[in-house]
């Protein structure tokens, strides 16, 4: 029988659609229909497992899904032996410390004897014991922004993205404890079969990296400005310029960071460029 590599990725929640979208990206097609537990895909050796978060690393750690997408801080977390095979950039956040918005922050000594709330107690007290505080941690699972306005903690640690969760109970983040975003992580001891499937799904998914904010750029230029235009372009490699069927006039096609765009567009039309156009890229095989 083929050898599958099982990939658990979260049933609901903020990584789903992340997850599937970068499965979707990477050509991976699943049999729809009713989600169940276990969905196969219909054109790569996989099949797809939907757990809760908290359950991947432990999951993938046990050999139950071979591999996993779950955020830095569930690994962080659960402790278990799993391998970071890859960043994904998507779900970034932070796991912070917050006090109430009125109080001063002293520093670290702020939180010595006070009680804090949070759903990481592990990520917390290896903080805490690292920076020799010595503080109660009041584990909650859920609503810990909360805890302080009623009286429940002094503190909370807890995930923060735009800081506006935070805002709305009178709270300040004072300390990032660490930076998350979601990862793919992997059993340490992959069969040489599972490993070849994931090192195919990981070039799938640099090739998809690499392209995004990237766009194909097409613009038409008369040849004697053609050599000061393609200093305006960081291109790849070189540029393509190929001539037009107008005498002495060429068409020059690179690709550009959309961060760059706006800025390079006014030198390029200087420059003598015309009818720029811009494409979206797919995927960037090196
Ligand atoms: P589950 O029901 O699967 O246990 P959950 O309620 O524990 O889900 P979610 O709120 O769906 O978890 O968050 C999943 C992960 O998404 C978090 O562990 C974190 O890595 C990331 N995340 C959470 N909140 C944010 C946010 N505001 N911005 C970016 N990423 C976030
Ligand atoms: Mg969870």
Redesign the pocket.
């Known amino acids: 029988m083929e050898t599958k590599i099982r990939i658990a990725i979260?049933?609901k929640?903020?990584?789903n659609e992340d997850s599937v979208q970068l499965l979707k990206e990477a050509g991976i097609k699943m049999v729809s229909g009713k989600r169940k537990l276990i969905s196969a895909a219909k054109n790569f050796p996989m099949e797809v497992l939907f757990l809760?978060?908290?359950d991947i690393p432990q999951s993938v750690a046990d050999g139950l899904a071979d591999i996993g997408i779950v955020?830095l801080?569930?690994v962080l977390e659960k402790k278990q032996n799993v391998n970071i095979a890859k960043e994904l950039g998507f779900?970034?956040?932070r796991v912070s410390l917050a006090i109430p918005k009125s109080d001063e922050y002293t520093g670290l000594n702020y939180f010595e004897s006070k009680k804090i709330a949070t759903s990481y107690p592990v990520i917390l007290q290896d903080f805490l014991t690292e920076k020799k505080i010595d503080a109660e941690i009041h584990e909650i699972s859920g609503s810990v922004e909360i805890a302080p306005g009623i009286g429940l903690a002094d503190a909370i640690f807890d995930?923060v993205?735009s800081g506006s969760t935070l805002v709305s109970n009178r709270l300040k983040e004072v300390e990032v404890v660490t930076p998350?975003e979601a990862v793919l992580v992997a059993n340490p001891e992959l069969s040489e079969e599972k490993q070849a499937i994931l090192d195919e799904l990981i070039f799938r998914i640099e090739s998809v990296q690499r392209a995004e904010g990237k766009k194909y750029i097409l613009l038409n230029a008369p040849n004697d400005k053609v050599d000061e235009i393609i200093a305006l372009l960081p291109g790849m490699k070189s540029p393509t310029v190929l001539p037009l069927a107008e005498q002495g006039w060429s068409s020059v096609h690179s690709v550009l960071n959309e961060n760059d765009f706006w800025e390079i567009i006014g030198k390029l039309k200087a420059a003598g460029a015309q009818g720029i156009l811009t494409i979206p890229i797919e995927k960037m095989i090196m």
Request: charged fraction near 35%.
């Open positions: 979260q049933t929640g903020r990584l809760r978060d908290d955020g801080n569930e779900s970034r956040c995930i993205s998350s």
